[in-house]
């Protein structure tokens, strides 16, 4: 028996086959052409269904609480343009053809400067140079990429349906990209404070050294120390339980790349059930703990769990039939 439950991934591959029932009684012998206007519309929607299977995976995987309908939205604003296309090879014993185009796509100007404030937070690349990394040619927010894929008619001449044949890098970049700039409201609304608990030290500071009794003097020294060190504890053990989830992720995406397709689609039908009841085990966790320490805790409670996945999934793998 099967069991229905599954993993998050930092890079799923989703590419797949998507139906077109539009303009083939008007094509000879049910041929289709690389370049009709059905096969590129199809196509074109095979890639913006891609994009948004990504990002909802991605954010997933990196426990974004950002709204899933905004990521949605911003996902399908993304608009592909399929120029030079060129037919690569045909099949003599079918009517599937395989296809090259010169795809392009230009990411919006506010979208690339929301996700670079949130990178630029954590010290983390830009786009540019995260494109560059990723061999990802981007020129003025433009993205050029080689696409292939394949179409096919049905036998009676009433469907089309196209496959991708590669893209996956392009999926999982303008996904962390979508993804990225979603979290900007966050992200400013924790910099803003950051800003005024610095201020506030700043304050606390003047008014102790105005101050002439020298023992709120040294209690207020003392209290801004005991802080400080608090803070720097914190950062600290953050910093740790980070690391380690980390790992425990990259260890549980290497499990999964690991399997078999079949497995993977029979894993990944539980995937959003498994971690929305993730999500809600470590958000609960937290809220019960000291303020500066709940982020550390959600943390430590979603690397307890994604070790307990990876022994689980492992198990599922070894038994698979």
């Known amino acids: 028996m099967k069991l229905q439950f599954a993993l998050v991934l930092s890079f799923p591959i989703l590419i797949g086959l998507v139906g077109c029932d539009k303009g083939i009684s008007t094509i000879s012998g049910n041929a289709v052409k690389c370049g009709d206007e059905n096969s590129l519309q199809l196509i074109k929607t095979l890639l913006k269904d891609n994009t948004q299977s990504y990002v909802k995976n991605i954010a997933s995987n990196e426990g974004v609480t950002t709204d899933s309908a905004a990521l949605r939205a911003s996902a399908s604003q993304i608009d592909f343009t399929l120029a030079d296309v060129r037919t690569s090879k045909t099949d003599p014993n079918s009517t599937k053809v395989f296809c090259v185009a010169a795809l392009s796509t230009t990411l919006n100007s506010e979208l690339v400067n929301r996700a670079n404030f949130v990178t630029d937070y954590y010290e983390q690349v830009n786009l540019s140079e995260l494109a560059f990394e ?3 040619e981007m020129d003025n927010n433009t993205i050029s990429y080689s696409l292939e894929y394949a179409i096919q008619p049905t036998d009676d001449g009433t469907n089309i349906y196209g496959q991708l044949q590669n893209g996956t890098e392009l999926f ?3 996904g962390t990209a979508i993804v990225n700039s979603m979290q900007k409201n966050s992200v400013q609304s924790l910099k803003s404070q950051q800003q ?3 201020v506030a030290t700043k ?5 102790a050294q105005e101050d002439e009794r020298a023992l709120v003097a040294e209690a207020t020294v003392l209290a801004r120390r005991e802080a400080a060190g608090e803070l720097a504890e914190v950062s600290a053990e953050q910093a740790k339980s ?5 790992y425990k992720r990259s ?3 290497k499990l999964w790349n690991s399997a078999s397709d079949e497995v993977k689609e029979s894993l990944a039908e539980g995937q959003r059930e ?10 609960n966790r937290a809220r019960e703990a000291d303020p500066a ?3 550390y805790v959600r943390t430590e409670c979603i690397t307890e769990l994604i070790g307990e996945r990876y022994y689980e999934v492992k198990e599922y793998i070894d038994n698979y039939e």
């Open 172 to 174: 999982d970049f303008i």
């Open 293 to 295: 320490w709940q982020e």
């Open 134 to 136: 990723q061999d990802i």
């Open 242 to 246: 980070k690391a380690t989830m980390d």
């Open 196 to 198: 005024k608990a610095k």
């Open 251 to 253: 260890e549980l995406n």
């Open 203 to 207: 304050l606390a500071q003047s008014k």
């Open 274 to 283: 498994w971690v929305a009841e993730r999500d809600e085990i470590c958000v």
